[in-house]
């Protein structure tokens, strides 16, 4: 079931079922995400793992166990 209204709303510090300020209905406003950063890189495994054991190998020649 997915959610047909949402609001955002302060409640009246008096009144219970009143708002002091509440939005229209927000599930109607149209939602664009753009993003000025690079789209995000596949991540290749392999590399990653070869990287890590170059890392370990320095470590483990250089003296840093």
């Excluded at 009144?15 to 109607?28: E, L």
């Excluded at 995400?33 to 495994?45: F, G, I, K, N, R």
């Amino acid at each position: 079931m997915e959610s047909e209204f949402a609001h955002i709303g302060v409640p009246h510090p008096e009144h219970k079922r009143d708002w002091i300020y509440r939005t229209k209905n927000i599930m109607g406003l149209v939602q664009t995400v753009e993003s000025e950063l690079p789209p995000v890189e596949d991540t290749d495994a392999e590399a990653v793992l070869t990287i890590r054991e170059e890392i370990e190998k320095w470590r483990r020649d250089n003296g840093n166990d």
